[in-house]
């Protein structure tokens, strides 16, 4: 009796054995079905414009190719990126995602202490990097005891962050290739563009001016000097250009 008691134990548990392997094998292989039939093929992005595709992928994704199933049950974790305010995420299964980005307004940035502070269109301080980003001007001139990274930068005058909303609209508006935008005391302007430098004066007709230095662009390449603009008048008599060696 007790062998037969015995086999039938030894029986259960190679049985038991069995069910266990054959449930794993079957979660393995229903494992790797949903890796690879969810893995995502294809991604969209909208919105960005300081980071490629690629660029998003590796911040978002490290690299890394994510499975679509598993982002719409469990969500990606939370990810802080310069110049982003944040996506949205869209899955189509089994295999694409639609990515919506909201970049932060940024309009310009100022040097301090060998970082670049920059700042959106109401002077709040968005985000600081040691990197200078396409399309965002350093900004010059202006006069400040401190920093603080998510507060408004106290210039004495929110005006002149609206001036430099209006410029650099109208840079990305005409695509002039702007490095730094200098304010003087009075927030007279002069923007740099590579080795030219350029006079605008007061912000009176100033879209005016702007138009007129988009024209002259082109003939300005490779010249190191000054243009005057600062007494536009809408006549070639009124544009100087001092050249330099």
Same mark, same amino acid.
């Given at each position: ?215 002259? #662009? ?11 603009? #600062? ?12 050249? #330099?060696?």
């Amino acid at each position: 009796m007790k062998n037969n008691n015995s086999i039938r134990k030894k029986k259960s548990r190679h049985m038991l054995r069995r069910i266990v392997l054959i449930a794993a094998a079957a979660f393995l292989v229903l494992g790797v079905g949903v890796y690879y039939i969810f893995q995502v093929k294809t991604i969209e992005y909208v919105g960005n414009k300081h980071y490629t595709s690629d660029e998003m992928n590796e911040r978002l994704f490290h690299g890394r190719t994510p499975n679509a199933l598993m982002y719409k049950l469990f969500g990606g974790s939370e990810k802080s990126i310069p110049f982003i305010q944040k996506v949205d995420v869209d899955i189509d299964l089994p295999d694409k995602m639609y990515i919506t980005v909201y970049e932060k307004a940024v309009i310009g940035y100022i040097n301090y202490m060998g970082c670049n502070m920059y700042f959106d269109k109401d002077g709040i301080i968005v985000e600081s990097s040691t990197q200078e980003y396409e399309g965002v001007p350093e900004i010059l001139g202006l006069k400040f005891k401190s920093i603080v990274l998510d507060s408004k930068l106290d210039v004495g005058s929110d005006k002149v962050f609206q001036q430099i909303l209006d410029l650099t609209q109208s840079f990305n508006k005409y695509q002039l290739d702007v490095d730094k935008v200098y304010f003087n005391s009075c927030y007279e302007v002069t923007l740099y563009m590579g080795e030219v430098k350029v006079l605008l004066g007061s912000e009176a007709d100033m879209t005016d001016k702007l138009f007129e230095l988009k024209q002259m #662009e082109e003939k300005l390449t490779g010249l190191k000097g000054t243009l005057h603009l #600062e007494n536009y008048s809408g006549t070639d008599f009124s544009v100087i250009f001092k050249k #330099e060696n």
